[in-house]
């Protein structure tokens, strides 16, 4: 009989930690301690934490051990798994504060899990994705045999627009209103898609989903399907998601098998089947006419709009398109009721939203909070705030299609109209945190070379537009900028955003027009004063001794990698600018704080 | 899958299995597992104690987990009953034979089995 259930996470996160390894080796201890029938292993989907991966969670008691090695498990087996004494170097700090008898904090009551609600991630680390009858033991599958048994495909569609559940692949779309577009537009042949084509730099939401639950993509496209009256669906994943193809193949086989795929389901007379298509890593195809382009089997390029997909989709026919995280929330919309989604969020924004957060942050890691939050509770309390004593500069919301929130914006509720308004989008939900040492200029320069790379060229000003605002900014950041160039600039972003065929090119001016609005200082900087306040860009910096603080122990001179420095022992040490190539490794090695970057 | 009911059964079943990662129920049996423990033979008073509360169906209300030496050796296996509000309850000189008696009388019933408590037990 099974007494506890230790739970490895198996996301993509911990899986590069070594997360498989863990399982292997923790298998054979319990062998060897005679455990395996009492003690089962779970592998799950991300926790969320995965600055601290590989995790693993033993219950029922809910231990949380973080940065477990091999070499701690035999320790876990023994002390925790057979005598019941908890392993306290290994349990993650926030959850260790004794209670009377013993217990400890429960996971959901630490920093990082109190302010979050777990809606498209309440079975992400909870469930085994590979397992059908576990996400069943969480009401899985409920939702479709409720719509098949219980409700017409207007009212399911009536459920979604009262919701207010908008798209969560980051054009925030309402998706009822979607779903009653294709259902007026008239066809015997209409398809459901899912976007699973996730290409922001530093965003993980869809794949961590795809990986931890993706029997409730799955329940929700054939959902969506009786609402439409669709009968084939398509996901498009990205090939370079392996787990997440790995876990899909699996879990379609399973409904198949279980008949919750396939002809007939619940004896209802509906049809419905899904099928997989592997996206070739071009961001363009995250566009949603270019995805349906690549689907049909042709180079993924946009096509224009209107004719909208719920008119004019895949195949020519009536087509809904959503994104997974969308998809996530929407068995339980149907569960729950409209209005228990709708209490949650903002006036305009309901329901929750999945972040990764990345960049100069504790912890980084995937976290999904009710709309309304506040970037303020998300930097300093669930992501544990700037780490190393930094300050805080900006946080870069919806990758190279979004824009920076300033510090003095830390305090604007999330929500989608909330960050349209301050210049930037809630994009997929990539969150990317910048202290002082980032430059605002490099930034814009590195979403810009982003887009350079994965605009498909179909269109002029996305193809040549983005090319020269990428040379203007190496210009600016080499030092040859002017007070012209940032006007230029700023007509150019204007008419690439007018002008372009898809979102691709529409929205790649973001990243400079917000940079430019809150930290046109910056660029000025680079421009007048040839001078990069965070010190990043490497032709406008210079390192210089201080004659006063040098002691002349040679520490930089030895570490220096091209000789640039010179001086004898007890004698003050000089740079030599032309030899100097900017590594900065003088500075890290100076213990007199006697080499200052300008 | 041809009928709600059919789901609904896989669904009840699993409901249970999956019930042991909701954490700790209202009610918590814990088993002292150190070397003490195990060498008086707590192992099998632990097993008895998870199947009997599976078998029940009380697997999401009620806890079963281990811990590490109380103190008092000489009674072991020793047995504490946490409940919410409530003193806890230690049963001492464990045996697998009286969990039964325990989990009709006390964890389902209410009534600590007065006669294997720490005070009664010689």
């Known amino acids: 009989m099974i007494r506890s259930h230790i739970l490895i996470c198996g996301g993509t996160g911990c899986t590069s930690s070594g997360s498989l390894a863990i399982k292997d080796a923790l298998a054979l201890e319990l062998k060897a301690k005679g455990l395996e029938d009492e003690i089962k292993i779970v592998m799950t989907g991300c926790f969320g934490l995965c600055a601290l991966g590989p995790i693993i969670i033993v219950y029922p008691d809910g231990t949380?051990?973080?940065?477990?090695?091999?070499?701690?498990?035999?320790?876990?087996?023994?002390?925790?798994?057979?005598?019941?004494?908890?392993?306290?170097?290994?349990?993650?700090?926030?959850?260790?504060?004794?209670?009377?008898?013993?217990?400890?904090?429960?996971?959901?009551?630490?920093?990082?899990?109190?302010?979050?609600?777990?809606?498209?991630?309440?079975?992400?680390?909870?469930?085994?994705?590979?397992?059908?009858?576990?996400?069943?033991?969480?009401?899985?599958?409920?939702?479709?045999?409720?719509?098949?048994?219980?409700?017409?495909?207007?009212?399911?569609?009536?459920?979604?627009?009262?919701?207010?559940?908008?798209?969560?692949?980051?054009?925030?779309?309402?998706?009822?209103?979607?779903?009653?577009?294709?259902?007026?537009?008239?066809?015997?042949?209409?398809?459901?898609?899912?976007?699973?084509?996730?290409?922001?730099?530093?965003?993980?939401?869809?794949?961590?989903?795809?990986?931890?639950?993706?029997?409730?993509?799955?329940?929700?496209?054939?959902?969506?399907?009786?609402?439409?009256?669709?009968?084939?669906?398509?996901?498009?994943?990205?090939?370079?998601?392996?787990?997440?193809?790995?876990?899909?193949?699996?879990?379609?086989?399973?409904?198949?098998?279980?008949?919750?795929?396939?002809?007939?389901?619940?004896?209802?007379?509906?049809?419905?089947?899904?099928?997989?298509?592997?996206?070739?890593?071009?961001?363009?195809?995250?566009?949603?006419?270019?995805?349906?382009?690549?689907?049909?089997g042709n180079r993924g390029e946009p096509r224009p709009r209107p004719p909208f997909p719920a008119v004019k989709g895949l195949f020519g026919q009536p087509t809904i398109i959503n994104n997974v995280e969308t998809y996530a929330n929407i068995p339980q919309i149907i569960l729950k009721g409209a209005s228990w989604f709708a209490s949650m969020g903002t006036e305009k924004s309901k329901g929750t939203k999945v972040f990764a957060l990345g960049g100069k942050i504790t912890h980084t890691g995937l976290v999904e909070i009710p709309m309304g939050t506040t970037l303020r509770e998300i930097v300093e309390e669930i992501g544990g705030g700037v780490p190393n004593g930094k300050k805080f500069k900006a946080a870069q919301t919806g990758g190279p299609s979004g824009g920076c929130i300033p510090a003095s914006n830390i305090d604007t509720p999330i929500d989608y109209d909330n960050l349209l308004a301050i210049g930037s989008m809630m994009g997929s939900g990539g969150l990317i945190v910048l202290d002082e040492d980032n430059c605002m200029v490099d930034i814009a320069k590195f979403f810009l070379e982003f887009t350079v790379d994965e605009s498909c060229g179909k269109c002029t000003p996305c193809r040549i537009g983005t090319r020269r605002m990428l040379e203007?900014?190496?210009?600016?950041?080499?030092?040859?900028?002017?007070?012209?160039?940032?006007?230029?600039?700023?007509?150019?972003?204007?008419?690439?955003?007018?002008?372009?065929?898809?979102?691709?090119?529409?929205?790649?001016?973001?990243?400079?027009?917000?940079?430019?609005?809150?930290?046109?200082?910056?660029?000025?900087?680079?421009?007048?004063?040839?001078?990069?306040?965070?010190?990043?860009?490497?032709?406008?910096?210079?390192?210089?001794?201080?004659?006063?603080?040098?002691?002349?122990?040679?520490?930089?001179?030895?570490?220096?990698p091209v000789n640039a420095i010179s001086g004898e022992v007890k004698q003050v040490h000089i740079i030599d600018k032309v030899k100097c190539i900017k590594c900065g490794v003088c500075v890290t090695k100076c213990k007199f704080n006697a080499i200052i970057r300008k | 899958m041809k009928t709600l009911a059919e789901l609904v059964e896989i669904r009840d079943r699993m409901k249970e299995k999956v019930a042991l990662r909701e954490g700790l129920g209202d009610k918590r049996i814990v088993v002292g597992m150190a070397t003490c423990g195990i060498a008086a033979g707590a192992r099998p008073v632990l097993n008895t104690f998870v199947s009997a509360i599976n078998e029940s169906g009380l697997s999401g209300t009620v806890s079963v987990t281990q811990t590490g030496c109380i103190g008092i050796c000489q009674y072991e296996p020793v047995v504490e009953v946490f409940e919410k509000g409530k003193d806890k309850v230690t049963y001492v000189k464990m045996t697998a034979d009286k969990v039964a008696r325990i989990v009709e009388e006390h964890i389902k019933g209410g009534k600590p089995v007065k006669e294997f408590t720490i005070g009664e037990v010689k």
């Open chain 1, 472 to 560: 203007i900014l190496e210009k600016i950041t080499n030092g040859n900028g002017t007070l012209e160039d940032l006007d230029k600039l700023e007509e150019l972003a204007h008419h690439i955003r007018a002008t372009s065929l898809c979102g691709l090119g529409q929205t790649s001016p973001n990243p400079i027009l917000s940079t430019l609005r809150y930290f046109r200082d910056e660029y000025i900087a680079h421009v007048v004063e040839k001078r990069c306040p965070a010190g990043v860009c490497k032709n406008l910096v210079s390192y210089e001794v201080v004659p006063e603080n040098c002691k002349g122990c040679t520490a930089c001179k030895r570490a220096c």
């Open chain 1, 64 to 296: 949380f051990y973080s940065r477990v090695t091999v070499s701690d498990l035999s320790e876990i087996v023994e002390e925790h798994l057979l005598k019941g004494r908890i392993v306290k170097r290994l349990v993650y700090n926030d959850t260790v504060e004794e209670v009377d008898d013993g217990t400890h904090v429960s996971l959901n009551d630490t920093v990082f899990y109190k302010k979050q609600k777990r809606v498209a991630l309440r079975n992400c680390g909870y469930i085994n994705p590979e397992s059908i009858e576990e996400y069943i033991g969480m009401d899985g599958y409920m939702a479709l045999g409720k719509v098949l048994t219980e409700m017409s495909p207007a009212q399911v569609i009536q459920v979604m627009k009262d919701s207010g559940l908008r798209g969560r692949g980051g054009g925030g779309f309402p998706t009822g209103m979607k779903w009653d577009f294709a259902v007026k537009s008239v066809s015997d042949k209409k398809y459901v898609v899912c976007n699973a084509d996730e290409g922001d730099p530093g965003a993980f939401m869809d794949r961590s989903i795809l990986e931890g639950d993706p029997h409730a993509v799955i329940e929700a496209m054939a959902i969506a399907g009786y609402a439409i009256g669709a009968d084939e669906g398509y996901i498009y994943v990205r090939a370079e998601y392996p787990i997440a193809i790995k876990r899909l193949t699996i879990a379609i086989a399973q409904a198949r098998e279980m008949g919750l795929l396939g002809e007939d389901i619940f004896s209802s007379g509906f049809n419905f089947d899904i099928q997989l298509r592997f996206g070739a890593g071009a961001f363009v195809c995250g566009e949603e006419t270019a995805l349906l382009t690549s689907i049909e």
